[in-house]
Every structure is written in C-alpha cells, then in structure tokens.
C-alpha cells in the first residue's frame, strides 16, 4: 500500500516536468524533420487517392517541400519582427497553398484534378477566394 502512495506521489510531482518538456520549441531540425514528416504523409495520402504516376509524385513532393519551406521562412520572419497581426500570417498561407494549387493543376490529370478538387481543394479555395476579396473590400 505505500508503494503505490509512493508512486502516486512520484507521478504528481512528475507529470509537470514532463508537460515542461513538451512546451519546450523545437529545434531547426526538428521543425524541419516534423514538416518533411508531414510532406511525406501528404504525398502518400495524393499517391492512393490520386493514382499519381512516378513522376507525378516526384513533382507533387517537389512542390509541397519548396512551398512550405517558403511558406515556414516567412512566417518565421513575421514571428521573428514580432507582428501579432493573424491576417498577414493568413496571407502568407493563402499565398503558398494557392501557389501549390495552381501548380497541382499544372502537373494532374483532368480525372485527378477533379479528385484534388472533390477532395477538398475546391473548398479550401473557394475560402481564400472570399478571405482575398474581404481584404480587397477592406483597402
């Protein structure tokens, strides 16, 4: 019985520690192996659904790798100059994903172009559509 209080307690003054250690920001390697990770499971999941040729694939992750790298460095750079505005870090985004949009349209089939679109595309474009005109309507 005062094993397991003792394990208990172990346990309580142990888990802060450990909810420290994961808020820790991760390295410039680890962030970079995290988004390559996140690549690769975005080009495999375009393989299966699309039915990508070998060559395909290659483009698909060529695009996705200098899109997010792109897309990361200048997030980075607003982080870095310290802008809190969350509408300049969307228009990064928009821009990027548009970017990947408009490449992804260059390299599919008709037959995959309208699976990328069912699959979600078609949506997330029409939203950076709307967010676009909004700042349009803004100035």
Do not use: C
């Not at 420290?20 to 299966?48: N, W």
């Not at 750079?77 to 809190?84: I, K, P, S, W, Y």
């Not at 995959?112 to 595309?121: D, E, N, P, R, S």
């Not at 997330?124 to 909004?134: G, L, T």
């Amino acid at each position: 019985m005062k094993t397991k209080h003792i394990l208990i307690i172990l346990i309580g003054m142990l888990m802060p520690l450990a909810a420290k250690a994961q808020q820790q920001p991760l390295t410039p390697e680890q962030e970079e192996k995290k988004m390559r990770e996140g690549i690769e499971q975005l080009v495999l999941r375009y393989e299966e659904t699309l039915g990508l040729e070998v060559w395909q694939t290659f483009y698909v992750d060529s695009i996705l790798v200098h899109n997010y790298t792109a897309m990361s460095e200048e997030t980075k750079a607003l982080a870095e100059n310290r802008v809190e505005n969350p509408d300049l870090y969307q228009i990064i985004s928009d821009k990027w994903e548009n970017a990947t949009y408009e490449a992804f349209h260059k390299i599919l089939d008709e037959a995959q172009w309208k699976k990328y679109l069912k699959g979600g595309a078609s949506r997330a474009k029409k939203a950076r559509d709307v967010r676009a005109a909004k700042r349009e309507g803004k100035k």
